[in-house]
């Protein structure tokens, strides 16, 4: 299990890719529940204790795996699919794990008037990260350049942005 969530970190660090992790059925099953477990904690921030958690995780899951298996497809690729969607999903995991504290210390500060500045440039900075690291995992999936897998890591964050604002509470 260490040498899995080393390999994970490895791959967010970017020095190593997915063709670096098992082609396994189980391990992307893993990593999707770790994926998904690890999303919780900051839907409950945003969404609050409703129903609309869960349906927000589980859209966020199938629409990583949608996309990317259309992107792969499209290149030519499939037969990276489980390797990517096992890399984007272990190192998500590991991200929104590190943003969780994050998320709480910022609403936290922002139930005391306005948000503070530490918790929101962190997020931010780790929001960044997660693109990077997406760009990266891209790239070596679709054998192509940095720009390319940037380009992709960016289009899929605003579909995601969109797609979740579907479940986003609306302003009284």
Do not use: N
């Not at 998500?92 to 609403?107: D, E, I, N, R, S």
């Amino acid at each position: 299990m260490l040498a899995l969530l080393d390999a994970f970190f490895q791959i967010v660090m970017r020095r190593r890719g997915p063709e670096d992790l098992p082609d396994s059925a189980f391990l992307l099953w893993l990593a999707m529940g770790a994926y998904a477990l690890a999303q919780l904690p900051t839907a409950l921030v945003i969404f609050g204790w409703t129903s609309t958690v869960p349906a927000a995780v589980a859209l966020d899951c199938a629409l990583l795996a949608a996309a990317f298996r259309v992107l792969l497809q499209l290149a030519g690729h499939a037969s990276r699919f489980r390797q990517t969607l096992t890399a984007l999903a272990g190192t998500g995991a590991l991200l929104a794990l590190a943003q969780t504290p994050l998320v709480y210390l910022a609403k936290l500060a922002g139930a005391g008037g306005s948000p503070a500045a530490g918790p929101t440039l962190g997020l931010l900075a780790l929001l960044l990260w997660s693109i990077i690291v997406q760009a990266h995992i891209a790239s070596r999936a679709l054998s192509a350049g940095q720009g390319t897998g940037l380009a992709v890591a960016i289009g899929y964050f605003l579909l995601s942005y969109q797609v979740s604002g579907v479940f986003a509470p609306q302003a009284a």
